[in-house]
């Protein structure tokens, strides 16, 4: 049976979707949540739970608690309901306007983009789902009205290059006081703040779970995929944000997640990572959680390659960082995957040879098993892998300058026959399309110039 025909079949047999209701309590350790939804007679119970620490305070009024969760809530709901993509998604727990709905819409169809892809179904934005709520408003006015301007930031930590350049950038500031978040921590995370000088304790940290029913249904066949991650890490951080009284979320997304994946399209593996996001978020934060709120990625002027710049400017980090998503479990670089690849390509310029090596193990432009993630990484596939890299015309350039720097005499495997496509990446200039203040444009400025001049 094609995917498509199980898609067909599937909203034939199962028509709704219901959130049913969230549930909340403020126990000794930290507060405790529980998400119900429900597909026929399958039913899904996914927990969340933010442990207690010094800098928390759960006294926050039930209205502004109810707004965050439950909105906390409508983005948790798609992981489970793409297992039967149901056409209609029923809220039983709060109201939404029609501007609401549309944002809703908008973020599960462009955020399931890659799941529509990779599983070969036809949809449009107008007939993959209705939205159709029914419980009481969730829009309170100025919510977030406790939050005050502060040059407090948080920060989340993913254990890769980006967020640390993040932590070192704005944790150097003199005014700036960073608190770093976790999500699910596992040994990069804990490596990576540890490195930075924190503890455990400093660290906000947010433990999420999936329902083991829908592990099960995987199994089954259900229908399975990449989801909005980042967007579903966005909600949690208002909710952090509410907790310790900060009103600014530094993420650490570059311009390169605007790229689509498949060119040509709007099938975008980092759409949740993209400006188009942020700016849709920030907006609909701002008009329907509260307005105490600003949510921005540091990284967005720019580029992957003056990321990895900064970045090879911090060794402390060079055997505690991971990229890999396949490794991430074993707190390992695999080795085998595209996200590997583009790691060890985009700090090539920066780095001699060896010491990339001795991050990774081996140099991995040797390896012919990477061969076709290398076509895809440099433009000359179909698509670009369907991870979180670099745009093409950065994986051209690393390579051009990694040539021109550490191979001119020998080159790898991979680079035998490889000349790069005219790619002039500037180390020095930043994008203009950011939602960052001045004050934060002149700390980057400061440290890409520097690099750059090194």
């Known amino acids: 049976m094609s995917n498509q025909t199980k898609y067909d079949s599937f909203r034939q047999t199962y028509p709704e979707f219901v959130y049913e209701r969230y549930t909340y309590d403020v126990q000794s350790d930290g507060l405790h949540i529980v998400f119900t939804f429900r597909i026929g007679s399958h039913v899904f119970t996914p927990t969340a739970f933010i442990p207690f620490r010094r800098f928390l305070s759960f006294d926050t009024p039930k209205s502004i608690l109810d707004t965050l969760v439950f909105n906390i809530g409508m983005i948790e709901l798609i992981s489970y309901w793409k297992s039967f993509c149901p056409k209609r998604l029923t809220v039983e727990c709060g109201m939404l306007a029609p501007e609401q709905t549309a944002f809703w819409k908008k973020i599960y169809f462009h955020g399931l983009g890659e799941f529509f892809y990779i599983n070969g179904i036809e949809a449009s934005m107008d007939d993959f789902m209705q939205i159709e709520s029914a419980g009481g408003p969730q829009y309170i006015e100025n919510a977030s009205a406790s939050l005050s301007e502060t040059d407090r930031y948080i920060v989340p930590i993913g254990g890769g290059k980006d967020s640390v350049v993040t932590l070192e950038l704005l944790g150097q500031t003199n005014n700036g006081t960073v608190l770093p978040l976790i999500m699910n921590p596992r040994g990069a995370t804990e490596n990576c703040i540890r490195a930075a000088g924190y503890s455990m304790e400093d660290v906000l940290v947010i433990h999420r779970t999936i329902h083991p029913h829908l592990l099960e249904l995987n199994k ?212 203009s399309d950011h939602n960052l203040p001045p004050s934060l444009i002149n700390i980057l400025k400061k440290h890409v110039q520097a690099a750059a001049t090194d």
């Open 220 to 431: 089954e066949g259900c229908l399975n995929g990449h989801t909005p991650f980042s967007a579903m890490l966005a909600f949690y951080t208002l909710l952090a944000a509410e907790l310790c009284g900060i009103p600014n979320i530094a993420l650490s997304n570059e311009s390169s997640a605007n790229e689509a994946t498949v060119a040509g399209t709007k099938v975008n593996h980092q759409y949740s990572k993209s400006k188009e996001f942020e700016d849709d978020f920030r907006n609909y934060t701002s008009h329907w959680v509260g307005t105490g709120f600003n949510y921005f990625s540091f990284l967005r002027p720019l580029t992957e390659l003056q990321i990895a710049m900064l970045f090879s400017r911090q060794p402390k980090y060079f055997n505690v960082f991971r990229s890999c998503n396949a490794g991430s479990k074993q707190d390992i670089w695999c080795c085998k995957c595209a996200k590997c690849l583009f790691a060890f390509i985009i700090l090539s310029p920066f780095l001699p040879p060896r010491q990339v090596e001795a991050i990774f193990g081996k140099n991995l432009l040797d390896d012919p098993d990477l061969e076709s993630y290398f076509i895809e990484l440099t433009g000359k596939g179909d698509t670009k892998p369907f991870e979180c890299v670099g745009t093409i015309d950065e994986v051209n350039a690393a390579l051009g300058m990694a040539l021109n720097r550490w191979y001119k005499d020998s080159r790898p495997l991979l680079l035998k026959h490889f000349e790069p496509s005219a790619t002039n990446l500037s180390l020095i200039s930043l994008n």
